[in-house]
């Protein structure tokens, strides 16, 4: 799918007569290097620091072909500003190397940051990262939070909370102007389809837009500082959305939208509300009836969200999901403070494959906490939903690579009392709770429930690169073993 953020950015600009062009400098690098994709992706997860010159030859690689991308796609469009828009703080290697370039070969380029990775993390916005490159002269000015109404302010000269300050959020979402995609270029994007192999919609056109419906949690996962990124959750009209859809239809007959929405289900009333709007504009025929869509789910009772609301959401195009359920045992959910329990679970799993809705789910295997029992838990889940997975509802599972002290969240600040750090930094713990609970134990827990998943017939998501990062990181654990030993 096109990375949002320089499509929604352009949009809010066109509305405020500033000439604008989204670029999608992701997927132009991607082609470049897709040969070495899996090592290029875990070389960038676990990215130096933006401040070290790396010389290993997959940094080498990244940082040359960056260059040429920026450099060609500069000569095309010959800007005035080019707004980088900084996505995590596993993001600032590479922004700082494209930041050096434009500003040494086009000295007269201006350079605007924004984004989640100026903070240290996505809800702090100490803006040490991106103050350090405006006083080096490698960006002229930056944004943080929320970029909409800040990024207008700044075009008409305006001071406003962000703009090189602490930002506020954006009050009603209704206000920010529709993404403009326009200018997307198909032909970069490797199109796969997103709906299942066993769904009955596989055949769907399956060119994605991405659309915000809503922003916040309504959840405070220890492991997750979103809510304090957003700390009041907020959510736009249903009519504003299908009208959106209807807009973006028309003008290139993408029918497929993806939410970036951390959960489009956060608000029970505004998700029935979104579905049944969709359904009754496809009922009276003022949005079209072969318009689908998804996003990122929570588990929920069948109090909270029954079998009847999936089936509506269905009717009216809600074809896929993504659920972070973290972990099959609910004392480690407990722990994370997901406040999920199994009933919500069981019921979620069975109701959405009930109403045909393809799900992938997201495991985080290797807690300080996690025991041989909890491991267990994992695989008692996956021999409970095969039947899931072999009628093609389940699309995929996400086994990730494990859980992060991020700075910033609830998790990081718990760390002293969970894990005995190894070896300097954070990478490497053993836990407080489990005996031998290291990295080496998380390697062979996390290949274990990979061998029982396929054994089972489940689809992985991107297993291939998510095994490369883990045995990288694993020579580099037992490195650090040798030199202590």
């Known amino acids: 799918m096109p990375a949002p953020a320089p499509f929604h950015l352009k949009g809010q600009l066109t509305d405020s007569n500033v000439i604008a062009e989204a670029v999608d400098t992701n997927v132009i690098f991607f082609n470049r290097v897709k040969d070495q994709w899996n090592d290029v992706i875990a070389a960038l997860l676990s990215s130096p620091d933006y401040t070290v010159e790396a010389d290993e030859p997959i ?3 990244i940082k040359s072909e960056l260059e040429k991308v920026f450099h060609e796609q500069i000569k095309l469009h010959n800007p ?11 993001s600032r290697w590479c922004t700082q190397i494209v930041c050096e370039y434009i500003k040494k070969h ?7 940051l924004g984004g989640a990775g100026l903070g240290l993390t996505l809800g702090d916005y100490t803006d040490t990262f991106a103050s350090d490159l405006k006083q080096r002269n490698l960006c002229d000015e930056y944004i943080l939070g929320e970029g909409e109404i800040s990024l207008q302010k700044f075009f008409q000269h305006v001071k406003y909370p962000g703009i090189a300050s602490q930002p506020v959020q954006i009050t009603d979402l209704n206000d920010v102007k529709w993404s403009d995609y326009s200018s997307v270029n ?23 837009y991405v659309l915000t419906g809503s922003r916040g949690c309504v959840r405070k996962c220890d492991f997750c500082d979103v809510y304090k990124m957003w700390p009041k959750y907020r959510s736009r009209r249903g009519e504003d959305i299908a009208e959106e859809m209807t807009h973006h239809y028309n003008q290139s007959k993408v029918r497929h939208f993806y939410f970036s929405d951390s959960l489009i289900n956060g608000s029970m009333r505004d998700f029935r509300s979104l579905s049944k709007t969709l359904l009754d504009s496809k009922e009276n025929g003022t949005l079209a009836e072969d318009i689908y869509w998804g996003g990122q789910f929570i588990a ?10 999936l089936k509506q959401a269905k009717r ?19 722990f994370m403070n997901k406040k999920t329990p199994d009933a919500a679970v069981w019921d979620t799993v069975e109701n959405l494959a009930k109403a045909n809705i393809v799900t992938a789910y997201n495991f985080i295997i290797g807690h300080p906490r996690e025991t041989i029992e909890d491991l267990e838990c994992i695989v008692k889940w996956l021999h409970d939903f095969k039947w899931a997975s072999d009628a093609g509802h389940i699309e995929k599972i996400n086994l990730q690579t494990g859980i992060y002290f991020l700075e910033g969240t609830d998790f990081y600040t718990k760390r002293d009392n969970l894990v005995d750090f190894q070896y300097g930094g954070t990478e490497f713990w053993v836990s407080k709770y489990v005996p031998d609970l290291n990295f080496a134990e998380i390697y062979r827990r996390r ?26 990181k ?11 030993s």
């Open 59 to 61: 940094f080498v690689l």
């Open 80 to 90: 005035t500003w080019i707004g980088l828009s900084v996505f995590t703080k596993v």
């Open 106 to 112: 086009f000295p007269d380029v201006k350079i605007l």
């Open 186 to 208: 198909w032909n970069l994007y490797p199109l796969k389809s997103n709906v299942g192999q066993g769904s009955t919609l596989g055949s769907i056109e399956n060119k994605h």
């Open 300 to 309: 929920r009772t069948n109090e909270q969200m029954n079998l009847e609301d």
């Open 316 to 334: 009216s195009g809600f074809v896929h999901c993504s659920i972070g359920l973290e972990h099959a045992s609910e004392r480690i959910r407990d």
């Open 447 to 472: 290949m274990y429930i990979s061998e029982v998943a396929e054994s089972l017939g489940y689809r992985l998501h991107d297993e291939d690169s998510l095994k490369n990062y883990m045995n990288r």
């Open 474 to 484: 694993l020579k580099r654990f037992k490195e650090h073993e040798e030199k202590n």
